[in-house]
């Protein structure tokens, strides 16, 4: 069954950036073809949407929490799809996951519309 794998997270002070990545493990599955979204989840909060890029377009949406300082874009030569965090802050920190929905979707922010997850990153922004 596919899976997919969350990568870069990590301790970092606040002001910092990283890198998060995801792949699929399984065979057969093109990244290429799915609405992505990046999700987090901070202790004692609701898992909510921060980012998204469609499969139709590519086109992106973000939270307005996140806004003009998290970047999602996709790496089809690698079969994967990154968020990039820059401007770190500590309400930021939380685990992250990746999320695929249905072959040539469109973004969405409702985990209903997702059906294939990784088991998440930790991010820690602290100093």
């Known amino acids: 069954q596919v899976q997919l794998v969350e990568s870069g997270g990590g301790l970092v002070q606040p002001g910092g950036s990283l890198r998060l990545s995801c792949a699929a493990s399984g065979s057969r599955f093109t990244l290429a073809f799915y609405a992505i979204g990046w999700f987090r989840q901070a202790p004692g909060k609701e898992r909510e949407g921060v980012a998204c890029i469609s499969s139709s377009d590519d086109s992106t949406y973000y939270a307005d929490s996140v806004q003009g300082r998290f970047t999602i874009s996709r790496d089809n030569a690698e079969n994967t799809v990154h968020l990039q965090m820059i401007s770190l802050k500590p309400e930021d920190t939380a685990v992250y996951y990746c999320?695929?929905?249905?072959?040539?979707?469109?973004?969405?922010?409702?985990?209903?519309?997702?059906?294939?997850w990784g088991r998440g990153t930790q991010v820690t922004v602290s100093s």
């Open positions: 999320a695929a929905g249905q072959p040539w979707s469109r973004c969405s922010d409702s985990r209903e519309d997702y059906d294939f």
